[in-house]
């Protein structure tokens, strides 16, 4: 393997940790509505 | 016609050679497999999770507008009430693909270059995973235009179905084997880097690569279906199903490789 090669995995590992983490936080990301709070949206909206 | 001499059957000797021939590129490819299929759940797990916990929302949510009279699938989805939750949801379908495609191209790539590796075609691991990725960009995107196509007809037959229950589901049988062309070019264009591989193959060879193939997968499913069904330990059975399907995988790609070397090769 050559210079660049391992540059490239080196690229892989981080994408990878950045995946987990992501993934592993979705929940703060994305936090599920509660049935009531996704009532309360369709309520007020209408 | 001498069925020995086709390129089929000569070449799916010259890969089992190869592959004996480099026992630690057939062991790193398997492990690569492995990887692959344990990550891909890893990190899809989660967001599949969300996907479906949003769906479910939506879904309440618009039998609950619809009871009110309010019809229109697709308008009430986009309309003021729904649209924050229907923008989430695209938005970690969109995060699903895109987590799908670096990982496929990450392992998949690296499993591919091993199998050039095994042929004693070397390429530079920089170069080649560069190209992989570069033309999993197309297919990624023919992948998601499958899953809308498939959405959209699989909810337009279950319409047609409550008029007529027995009617065929002509275009979703179309879809599928659009996809399944879609599979093939795919991996007709892995060995050489090449998007129109498949349709700069003769026909001939592009039958007999995938026939055999086919039947290979066939065979090795058959086996594994079959093993499953063994009164033994469940993990054992995995153990059986790891070491009988990944080196197979590796087979499959040296075989492509090999056979199109007659047709696409660089060198």
Redesign the interface.
Same mark, same amino acid.
């Given at each position: 393997?050559?210079k660049?090669?391992w540059? =490239?995995?080196i690229i892989?590992i981080v /994408?990878?940790v950045i =995946?987990?983490l992501?993934?592993?936080n /979705?929940d703060k990301f994305?936090p599920?509505?509660t049935?009531k709070e996704?009532?309360t949206?369709?309520v007020n909206?209408? | 016609m001498n069925l020995s001499k086709t390129i089929a059957v000569t070449e799916i000797i010259n890969s089992l050679q190869l592959i004996k021939k480099n026992p630690f590129w057939l062991v790193t490819s398997a492990i690569t497999d492995g990887l692959f299929i344990l990550a891909l759940g890893f990190f899809t797990g989660p967001v599949k999770e969300k996907i479906t916990e949003h769906a479910v929302l939506i879904s309440n949510q618009l039998s609950t507008l619809m009871a009110q009279e309010k019809t229109g699938l697709l308008k009430l989805m986009f309309g003021p009430e729904l649209s924050p939750m229907t923008g989430k949801l695209a938005l970690i379908m969109l995060m699903l693909f895109a987590i799908t495609y670096l990982v496929y191209s990450a392992f998949q790539g690296t499993a591919w270059w091993m199998a050039k590796n095994i042929t004693e075609q070397k390429t530079p691991y920089k170069e080649y995973l560069l190209g992989f990725a570069k033309i999993n960009l197309v297919w990624i995107a023919v992948y998601i235009l499958y899953k809308i196509l498939n959405f959209i007809l699989a909810l337009r037959y279950k319409i047609i179905q409550k008029f007529s229950p027995t009617s065929p589901d002509i275009a979703g049988n179309i879809l599928l084997i659009l996809f399944i062309l879609a599979i093939i070019a795919a991996y007709m264009s892995y060995p050489y880097l090449k998007i129109k591989s498949l349709f700069k193959t003769p026909f001939k060879i592009t039958a007999q690569l995938i026939g055999l193939s086919a039947v290979i997968y066939l065979v090795t499913d058959f086996i594994l279906t079959n093993t499953n069904k063994l009164p033994i330990d469940y993990s054992i059975k995995i153990i059986i199903g790891i070491i009988i399907l990944m080196p197979v995988f590796t087979l499959l790609r040296v075989y492509a490789i090999r056979v199109l070397s007659h047709v696409h090769a660089r060198n």
């Open positions: 393997m050559e660049g090669d540059l =490239i995995v892989i /994408l990878l =995946i987990a992501l993934t592993s /979705l994305f599920t509505p049935v996704a009532v949206q369709v909206a209408t | -």
